[in-house]
């Protein structure tokens, strides 16, 4: 009796210690598991980029960006939405066929819904022309019904109501600081027609930096969305990961909401591939500590997925400019703005910043 007792003794503790192991391997810091925290590139750029016959590379071999970025780690794939871009480029219908690559390599999809015909970031809220002339109710109706489709055609597993909303979207009616009840009114229709429609979807309200966010989610209390975003970008935002681990933990704290980088950005060069302009070219744009190199670039954005893991409320991480190489050629004039901090190189080969993405970090 002594022995059987003993024997299953010995069995129910190792098959204990295993549990506990998997489940600190599984563990984030964050609260959740691995698994759970977003680890995301935004590709929205892809499908333009590949119709102008790009290839991707990862060690030297063509590979399909998506592939190489669901070995890599990455779990979900951020797409923006526009209403009816000039080009087609970025519309519902574009979008919807990547959101099925990306589903069909097991990744989830993030939606980031401008509410306009083009970009939509603190600058500029423009309203898509077809909804001019609306009436207020009728205008609200309207992003309403725009919501429920994309919901119907895309089905996302996150997605956000606007981006970078810092004062508000769909001007003027949905300026924060003119027209605050206008606002509110179109956020909170929105959110409300999601929840009916995709319970299990994420919501997200987004804001370009720290700066002001305090401002904004205070305004936003009694909205329902899950996700506070915020992008980060140190060339706008500043260069202390300190000040941001910190106003991220405050934010979520103060709002009981989990957060997440939803955009950040490093170069891994300062030169550039083609005659347009980089956002970002000069040392002085740099993070102290953080080389415009390969290596700088991992090792940045490794430090931000650890500040976030480290917050009591991070949530996840996404980075973007992703794949937005100088892919109109080394002469183009009107091309990429963005290919020193895409995470591949001037030959299109996988940066090793792509570490970063790894469902387990050292």
């Known amino acids: 009796m002594k022995k059987i007792g003993m024997l299953l003794f010995m069995v129910v503790a190792a098959f204990g210690f295993t549990q506990c192991g998997d489940d600190d391997n599984n563990k984030n810091e964050g609260g959740g598991t691995a698994e759970d925290f977003i680890r995301a590139a935004d590709m929205s750029f892809l499908p333009e980029i590949e119709q102008a016959g790009t290839v991707y590379y990862k060690g030297g071999q063509s590979e399909d960006a998506l592939l190489t970025l669901k070995n890599a780690g990455v779990n979900t794939i951020r797409i923006r939405v526009w209403k009816n871009p000039a080009n087609g480029h970025s519309g519902l219908a574009e979008v919807k066929a990547l959101a099925q690559r990306v589903k069909a390599q097991g990744m989830k999809v993030w939606l980031t819904v401008h509410y306009s015909d083009t970009w939509a970031d603190p600058s500029a809220q423009v309203k898509p022309q077809e909804w001019e002339g609306l009436s207020f109710n009728d205008l609200k109706a309207a992003?309403?019904?725009?919501?429920?489709?994309?919901?119907?055609?895309?089905?996302?597993?996150?997605?956000?109501?606007?981006?970078?909303?810092?004062?508000?979207?769909?001007?003027?009616?949905?300026?924060?600081?003119?027209?605050?009840?206008?606002?509110?009114?179109?956020?909170?229709?929105?959110?409300?027609?999601?929840?009916?429609?995709s319970p299990n979807a994420k919501i997200m309200l987004h804001h370009?930096?720290?700066?002001?966010a305090e401002w904004f989610y205070n305004k936003v209390a009694n909205v329902d969305y899950d996700y506070i975003g915020l992008s980060y970008y140190?060339?706008?935002?500043?260069?202390?990961?300190?000040?941001?681990?910190?106003?991220?933990?405050?934010?979520?704290?103060?709002?009981?909401?989990?957060?997440?980088?939803?955009?950040?950005?490093?170069?891994?060069?300062?030169?550039?591939?083609?005659?347009?302009?980089?956002?970002?070219g000069d040392q002085s744009q740099l993070v102290p500590g953080y080389?415009?190199?390969?290596?700088?670039?991992?090792?940045?954005?490794?430090?931000?997925?650890?500040?976030?893991?480290?917050?009591?409320?991070?949530?996840?991480?996404?980075?973007?400019?992703?794949?937005?190489?100088?892919?109109?050629?080394?002469?183009?004039?009107?091309?990429?703005?963005?290919?020193?901090?895409?995470?591949?190189?001037?030959?299109?080969?996988?940066?090793?910043?792509?570490?970063?993405?790894?469902?387990?970090?050292?």
């Open 234 to 280: 140190p060339v706008w935002h500043g260069k202390d990961l300190t000040a941001l681990k910190n106003n991220i933990t405050a934010l979520g704290t103060a709002h009981n909401k989990k957060v997440v980088i939803a955009e950040t950005a490093y170069p891994f060069t300062l030169g550039y591939n083609d005659w347009t302009n980089n956002i970002v």
């Open 291 to 362: 080389a415009a190199s390969a290596e700088g670039q991992k090792h940045f954005l490794l430090a931000v997925r650890k500040l976030v893991e480290d917050s009591s409320v991070g949530a996840g991480f996404a980075y973007w400019g992703t794949e937005w190489v100088a892919f109109k050629g080394e002469q183009a004039t009107n091309g990429s703005t963005f290919e020193n901090q895409a995470l591949w190189d001037f030959s299109n080969n996988a940066l090793p910043a792509l570490d970063a993405f790894k469902k387990e970090t050292e």
């Open 208 to 212: 370009a930096g720290t700066e002001g």
């Open 143 to 197: 992003a309403v019904t725009y919501t429920k489709q994309i919901l119907t055609e895309v089905n996302p597993d996150i997605i956000q109501i606007g981006n970078e909303t810092n004062d508000g979207f769909i001007y003027p009616e949905g300026n924060l600081t003119a027209n605050e009840s206008q606002y509110l009114q179109l956020v909170t229709a929105i959110s409300a027609a999601i929840r009916a429609q």
